[in-house]
């Protein structure tokens, strides 16, 4: 089945904690993406990656950092995760940039 | 950027009454979908549509990118249809933006 698979699904942290969310895809797709979603904030995109060792910062980067090493992982690391990054997080995969997205099922992250 | 203005923000249906629901865009855009993220987060695409019209079963999309707007068409509403719907743009810049989104309430 063609998917995005994001892990966790639900994490609770420590300030200063350093933690990684995985995201996989298995439809050899180009273009990965991480956004976070956040209530009267809407989904708002932290790094994207147009393919393997090429990625970029959307529009709220800090705090995060991300790498593309193979085209099938995009893990999206909190180097130190503060209470402000407390936000539900969705990986999202396309062929390329201007075609349909696929969405992971979402981690919901807590950081106190 | 590319401002997404949707509306109505908020929408009350009975089951089996129609519905449309509008995405406006600012900018010429390259890419166009709309998701439906359910009441327990997940965000479904249900149409990449930058122009013209699709269909899939119950809803309908139709995107008039030359006056920079798209509609969503939903029919017969379910309860199992309740959720936010969003439209999200994307135009030279590549990056998908998200509108604030229609929150969709079926009730049985």
């Known amino acids: 089945e063609a998917q995005v698979t994001q892990n966790p699904r639900y994490l609770i942290t420590v300030t200063g904690k350093k933690l990684t969310v995985t995201c996989s895809q298995n439809?050899?797709?180009?273009?990965m993406s991480w956004y976070r979603q956040d209530p009267g904030l809407g989904l708002r995109q932290i790094y994207y990656?147009?393919?393997?060792?090429?990625?970029d910062k959307g529009d709220v980067p800090e705090g995060y950092k991300v790498s593309r090493k193979e085209k099938r992982n995009f893990p999206l690391i909190l180097e130190s995760p503060s209470p402000n990054q407390t936000s539900l997080y969705f990986c999202?995969?396309?062929?390329?940039?201007?075609?349909?997205?696929?969405f992971g099922s979402g981690t919901r992250l807590t950081v106190v | 950027g590319i401002q997404v203005e949707q509306s109505p923000p908020d929408l009350i249906l009975q089951e089996g009454a129609n519905s449309t629901l509008r995405c406006n865009f600012s900018d010429s855009v390259n890419n166009l979908q709309w998701f439906h993220q359910n009441p327990w987060g997940q965000l479904i695409n249900l149409f990449y549509i930058p122009s013209g019209t699709k269909q899939n079963g119950r809803l309908s999309a139709t995107t008039v990118a030359t006056e920079r707007y798209s509609l969503l068409y939903i029919s017969s509403s379910q309860t199992t249809d309740s959720g936010v719907y969003f439209c999200?743009?994307?135009?030279?810049?590549?990056?998908?933006?998200f509108g604030s989104g229609t929150q969709l309430t079926v009730l049985p």
């Open positions: 999200a743009v994307s135009g030279s810049a590549r990056q998908l933006t």
């Open positions: 990656s147009m393919n393997v060792e090429v990625t």
């Open positions: 439809m050899n797709h180009e273009y």
């Open positions: 999202a995969s396309s062929l390329q940039a201007d075609y349909g997205y696929t």
